[in-house]
């Protein structure tokens, strides 16, 4: 009887010990994450395996030739539904703008991440923020950038007073029984490339890397924001060692990613199939290593001038791969330049037709 209840006993153990290790698999870059921010980065994990989730940036708000109308989307009249993942862009919040700089009006902002977390999608936030030194925006260098706002440097108490304009946007994204909703924080992208003060020739390897570190340690430890997964992302690359030139370290990253655009007419579609391949082998490599989430943090053809692109090119690149999301950059329509730009069909656009067909692959993952 006694060795029966041992038994039993050890049974019971046994599966606690399954069921802990089960919510607790995943260590988030926080180690004060919220409840929910452990939850989805978990879940990420967990749906590895099932398909590639598809985002696309500012969705809701506007699409080629509208905006704002009511729960309009250039997804959902493409696909036929809603994407899985929302990315939003906080750029001049800094400067206490009520929109940011693609014309966004940021309370409205705050309510479609709430709709959209209730639907059950996955928000994410990118922040192109103004040059601190300059004023100017996050295209106009200058030599010093970096180094002036980090510890010590002339603008370190500007740079955290835009962080503060970030923590009051983040911790009033609540959810409806009250929970911080988590979401995936993405500034300082394309940091390989040197379009942005941050980038390449602009500031020291070490001094990324600081400024990667110093941004997350005054949210979560100064700030107590402790809501948000962090994502690293370059722009293109072709190593494992010239990803990780920048990388500010396994304790700061959640997300690992990168991005990429189809440049040039669809005589390429076979080289960037080949270096998307390459490079998401390259990226599911480094995350499985790490235990992090491998990512297509940005990416698209501007004008999708290619009626296949999506399951010819697309598809292609992404077919053998296990990572948690690809997102698709934004559909801003006819510019003030008088350019268009969009990644997106469109209801009647070139590739609609092919983009239905790509979304019934059960490889790619919609609201549904
Ligand atoms: C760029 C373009 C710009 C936009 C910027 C920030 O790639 O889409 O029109 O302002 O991103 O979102």
């Not at 493409?78 to 906080?90: C, D, K, P």
Request: contains cysteine; proline residues 2%.
């Amino acid at each position: 009887m006694r060795i029966f209840k041992k038994i039993i006993s050890l049974f019971i153990l046994l599966f606690y010990m399954l069921l802990v290790a089960e919510v607790t698999t995943a260590q988030t870059a926080d180690n004060e994450a919220t409840q929910e921010t452990r939850y989805l980065l978990n879940n990420l994990h967990k749906q590895l395996t099932q398909g590639i989730m598809f985002g696309h940036q500012n969705d809701l708000a506007y699409g080629v030739g509208w905006k704002y109308e009511g729960k309009r989307s250039d997804v959902k009249e493409t696909a036929g539904q809603y994407q899985a993942v929302y990315e939003w862009e906080l750029g001049r919040l800094e400067i206490d703008a009520a929109e940011n700089l693609d014309g966004v009006s940021f309370n409205k902002m705050k309510q479609y991440i709430a709709d959209a977390y209730q639907c059950g999608g996955m928000i994410t936030i990118s922040w192109h923020l103004n040059n601190p030194l300059t004023g100017k925006t996050a295209w106009e260098f200058a030599h010093g950038t970096v180094e002036s706002i980090l510890p010590g440097g002339s603008k370190n108490e500007l740079y955290k007073s835009c962080l503060d304009k970030k923590v009051a946007f983040f911790l009033h994204l609540k959810a409806k029984k009250g929970e911080f909703i988590p979401v995936i924080f993405r500034p300082f992208d394309e940091q390989n490339g040197s379009w942005f003060w941050w980038g390449k020739n602009h500031c020291t390897l070490e001094q990324l890397k600081q400024l990667c570190r110093f941004t997350e340690t005054y949210l979560q430890e100064v700030k107590n924001v402790h809501n948000l997964l962090d994502a690293f992302n370059t722009d293109r690359f072709d190593s494992i060692e010239a990803y990780l030139e920048r990388y500010p370290g396994d304790a700061y990253v959640d997300i690992m990613g990168f991005d990429i655009y189809q440049k040039g007419d669809i005589l390429v579609n076979d080289k960037l199939i080949a270096e998307v391949d390459k490079s998401l082998t390259l990226l599911e490599k480094m995350a499985a290593d790490k235990n992090k989430i491998p990512a297509l943090t940005d990416f698209g053809y501007n004008t999708v001038p290619d009626s296949l692109w999506w399951t010819n090119v697309f598809y292609k690149a992404l077919k053998k791969h296990t990572i948690a999301y690809v997102l698709a950059w934004r559909n801003a329509g006819k510019k003030s330049t008088d350019e268009m730009e969009f990644y997106m069909p469109y209801k009647g656009q070139l590739s609609a037709t092919n983009f239905k067909i790509f979304t019934l692959t059960d490889k790619i993952i919609f609201e549904k």
